[in-house]
């Protein structure tokens, strides 16, 4: 069956440093990888998708590129902020699109 | 444009009663998945509805079960309340679940607690 490997948590950051958080995918066929976000006490949000390989995603200031030769979705930031303190869960949705698979999440907390 | 609205936010049942949640997905948005968030388990998948039926069904007991209405609204019902049954459950709306680039538009959830 499908599966989502994040890094495993938490990671703390100070504001303005460099982000990076890994995330791996086992799937049959060509599923399309998300990146949803949530923050305390709500639901996820969607964060970004790539739905082919080679293709990034991008909403502010994070990406992620669809690797399908190493199967990853790894998320970036250039520079955090103490608002993207969140969790984030890496996704994906496969040929039976009814369903989503999510990995662990990851915990981020960012110090001023 | 109206989000994905779930009713109640919180709920404290006792062990052993019923429970019915709510969701209302975004206008237009015809499926409708129900997941399970614990801290234990992460996010584990219910069910998800398209036009009334039932396409998909996660790894839970014959306990927790769902619906669609015509208006694509849709309730999840928890039959039998366990402890273990506390968690933030959450509802997901997307157009078409023959789309596999659309993402969800989740919910804020319903938070769910049995004493």
């Known amino acids: 069956g499908n599966s989502v490997t994040q890094m495993e948590g938490p990671v703390t950051l100070s504001e303005e440093a460099f982000l990076t958080i890994n995330c791996t995918y086992t799937?049959?066929?060509?599923?399309?990888l998300f990146w949803y976000v949530q923050y305390p006490g709500e639901g996820l949000q969607l964060l970004l998708k790539a739905t082919k390989a080679d293709d990034k995603g991008s909403n502010k200031g994070f990406e992620a590129t669809y690797r399908k030769e190493t199967t990853s979705f790894h998320l970036e930031k250039g520079s955090v902020q103490v608002s993207d303190s969140a969790v984030y869960f890496c996704?994906?949705?496969?040929?039976?699109?009814?369903?989503?698979?999510f990995g662990d999440g990851t915990t981020l907390t960012v110090k001023p | 444009k109206a989000g994905v609205t779930q009713t109640p936010r919180y709920l404290i049942k006792t062990r052993g009663q019923q429970v019915t949640l709510s969701c209302s997905p975004i206008s237009g948005h015809r499926s409708v998945s129900w997941y399970q968030q614990t801290p234990g388990q992460g996010l584990q998948f219910l069910f998800e509805?398209?036009?009334?039926?039932?396409?998909n069904k996660g790894n839970f007991p014959g306990r927790f079960s769902g619906r669609q209405f015509s208006n694509s609204r849709s309730e999840m019902n928890v039959s039998t309340l366990e402890l273990g049954d506390s968690a933030l459950y959450l509802c997901a709306s997307s157009p078409d679940r023959g789309y596999t680039n659309y993402g969800y538009t989740f919910g804020s959830g319903t938070r769910l607690t049995v004493v």
């Open positions: 996704a994906l949705k496969g040929t039976n699109a009814g369903k989503s698979t």
């Open positions: 509805y398209f036009s009334e039926t039932q396409r």
């Open positions: 799937a049959t066929g060509y599923p399309s």
